[in-house]
């Protein structure tokens, strides 16, 4: 079977459009897609990378994710390239890309716009955006409102909301 | 070769590359159809008969052999002296060997071969005119001054009949009255709305007087004209068409407004080969009555039909006459494609599924026979036949699918997202109909069709407020987005020569 990038939804190999959406499929690749295990995705990133802190890689297409070291759960950062991340408020003007919300943000002392991801030219970029409980890189607390390099594998800490940076991006700065 | 000119393979509906215990199993089912002892009717005891020879044939080894040899020969010699052409365009150019099925599209052009003398053949025309109650007004007006306007317009060989129904029907005009058209005036004047719609009523009629002129020589055609849906006898009107497609009489069915049953006409007129045309405005009869005549006057073979078998590991998932009328077609063989025009090829589009096929080097699809009925005094029954293989490879085939078939399978994702929003509709999936079709909309704004796409929102609108479609406009985007199959260069050269 091939998916559809628009709808996800499932086709026979050589289907050229797909039957839920009307999207063209021609630039999809004409193998069926296949599901590659977690694992196999880890061992590739630690024979590549052996120094990096563990990590796992990205199941889906995105370049860039957050795992949430409090369930292992991971979100993906796809679509953009700048990525806020706080939590949303009912009537709140703006909202974060991402809403953190339900990771019990609230309770860890994350703010409704924290902290930014900036995926750059020259590789991706944390900043702090004037958060009341400030963000730690790998421990260290962070200058507000100051673009740091980060990259894979990289702990963050928003208040006191635990995440860490996986990339696919490999670019040595 | 079977009497009925189909081959063993053909007449017991297995592929050709069959395992005697395919054969076996083809055979049994036949049997217990049409055995004389089950079954009283005539011609299927000839059928049986021929379906017995057919095995008989095939189930030897040694036989099978010497009949392969046999057929092979004279396909080869058919097609040497066939009057048509067949082009096979494929969507790809190889299979990949596969454990999981895949989609698959063939294309074929149909066409006179060169140097086929084009004579204007003679037209039979039955008019059949729904005239119940709702026709009254301004339709009917259209439709009496549009069937003057095609008696005016036809030459000293056509013959045409007018038939007017509610819940019975009578000649309005008949053949004689047809050449003498002060005659034809008067007798349309006395064209009344009144009464129901039994279709069935108008058909008979229509059908019956279209027989008696019945020419083999030129093209047998009715046009339905209706606004409105029968009760009861559709069966019945099936049943009909059925049986007067075996002789070559093509029915374009004619819907006007939105009360009409579309899947009905649908069904009726594509069973015979014909087309059905959507009407929302009454005035634009006479233009479509004209280019009817018009088509019809370019015809140079009648009773088209595809014919054949699909081989093992392949089915047929659904057909799609995109040319002369785009046309629904089924999804089991044979096709009826009707008639053949002299400056435009059939175009068809098959789409099929094949199932796992593993480690093969190629893979016949399909052993398919394009008969037909070329016009004319010697009006000889023609088939050629078209074999159709495909290599399997390890690697996929990286070409982009050929134009033709790209485009077609565009605009056929346009109608299909139609059916299928408004099927969510009928089963009361509101939201999600409404959902498809403003994403509808979009592909259609996509493609420059802003009419359509205005429709489709407007129906989307509809759902929200009603929770279900518009009559008129579920008919607009289903004959709307089908009105997109037709090739943007329609009549232009052939595919790729």
């Not at chain 1, 690749?29 to 599901?35: K, L």
């Not at chain 2, 049943?239 to 093509?250: K, N």
Request: aromatic content about 4%.
């Amino acid at each position: 079977m091939i998916e559809c990038p628009n709808c996800k939804h499932q086709e026979f190999v050589g289907t050229l459009f797909c039957s839920e959406c009307g999207g063209r499929l021609v630039h999809v690749s004409p193998m069926p897609t296949v599901n590659i295990s977690r694992e196999d995705i880890e061992d590739e990133a630690q024979a590549t990378r052996p120094k990096v802190p563990e990590g796992p890689s990205l199941a889906s297409g995105a370049l860039l994710g957050l795992r949430l070291l409090s369930s292992g759960e991971i979100i993906s950062l796809v679509g953009r390239d700048n990525f806020t991340l706080g939590r949303a408020v009912e009537g709140q003007a703006v909202i974060p890309d991402i809403d953190l919300g339900r990771y019990e943000a609230y309770d860890q002392g994350v703010s409704r716009i924290h902290a930014e991801i900036r995926l750059a030219e020259d590789g991706v970029f944390l900043v702090d955006l004037d958060s009341i409980n400030g963000t730690l890189l790998n421990g260290r607390p962070v200058e507000t409102q100051q673009p740091l390099p980060i990259r894979h594998g990289d702990m963050l800490q928003l208040g006191r909301l635990r995440l860490q940076l996986i990339s696919r991006i490999r670019a040595e700065r | 070769m079977a009497p009925s000119g189909r081959d063993f393979y053909t007449l017991l509906g297995i592929p050709r590359n069959a395992s005697t215990d395919q054969l076996r199993r083809a055979y049994r089912q036949a049997a217990l159809r049409l055995h004389p002892d089950r079954n009283d009717n005539p011609n299927d005891t000839e059928l049986f008969l021929s379906i017995s020879q057919a095995y008989e044939t095939l189930i030897d080894p040694g036989s099978r052999q010497e009949y392969d040899q046999q057929l092979a020969e004279t396909e080869s010699k058919q097609a040497g002296k066939a009057s048509f052409r067949a082009q096979v365009l494929q969507s790809r150019q190889s299979l990949l060997a596969l454990d999981e099925p895949q989609v698959h599209y063939m294309l074929l052009d149909l066409s006179p071969r060169g140097g086929l003398k084009h004579v204007r053949p003679p037209v039979n025309l039955a008019i059949v005119i729904d005239r119940s109650t709702s026709m009254k007004g301004q339709r009917l007006d259209q439709v009496r001054s549009a069937t003057l306007e095609i008696l005016r317009s036809l030459e000293p060989n056509d013959s045409a009949v007018v038939v007017a129904f509610s819940d019975r029907a009578e000649v309005i005009v008949s053949p004689d009255q047809a050449k003498d058209l002060p005659a034809a005036r008067a007798r349309m004047s006395l064209l009344q709305a009144d009464g129901g719609t039994e279709i069935g009523q108008g058909l008979r009629l229509g059908l019956q007087e279209l027989q008696k002129n019945f020419t083999r020589e030129g093209v047998n055609h009715l046009v339905l004209l209706t606004d409105g849906r029968t009760y009861g006898d559709e069966a019945e009107c099936l049943a009909m068409a059925g049986s007067v497609a075996e002789h070559g009489i093509t029915i374009n069915g004619v819907g006007i407004g939105g009360d009409w049953s579309d899947r009905f006409l649908d069904e009726l007129a594509s069973s015979t080969g014909g087309s059905v045309l959507f009407l929302d405005n009454p005035k634009a009869i006479t233009g479509l009555l004209d280019g009817i005549l018009g088509t019809l006057s370019k015809v140079v073979a009648s009773r088209m039909q595809l014919d054949g078998s699909l081989s093992q590991l392949v089915d047929l998932r659904s057909a799609f006459r995109l040319l002369p009328e785009p046309t629904i077609l089924g999804d089991t063989l044979p096709l009826n494609l009707g008639n053949m025009p002299q400056d435009t090829p059939i175009r068809v589009l098959l789409e099929i599924v094949i199932h796992p096929i593993g480690q093969v080097g190629s893979l016949p699809l399909a052993h398919l026979t394009v008969s037909g009925d070329l016009l004319g005094p010697s009006a000889e029954q023609q088939s050629l036949p078209v074999a159709i293989e495909i290599p399997v490879s390890e690697q996929p085939d990286t070409e982009p699918p050929p134009g033709p078939i790209a485009e077609a399978l565009a605009a056929l994702a346009l109608y299909r997202m139609q059916d299928k929003a408004r099927h969510e509709a009928e089963l009361g999936q509101s939201s999600q109909a409404a959902r498809r079709l403003e994403s509808l909309a979009t592909q259609l704004l996509a493609n420059g069709q802003r009419d359509l796409a205005k429709a489709a929102l407007n129906e989307a609108e509809n759902l929200a407020k009603s929770r279900r479609l518009s009559t008129e406009g579920e008919k607009r985007l289903k004959y709307g987005t089908r009105a997109l199959l037709l090739p943007a260069r329609a009549g232009g050269p052939n595919l790729d020569d």
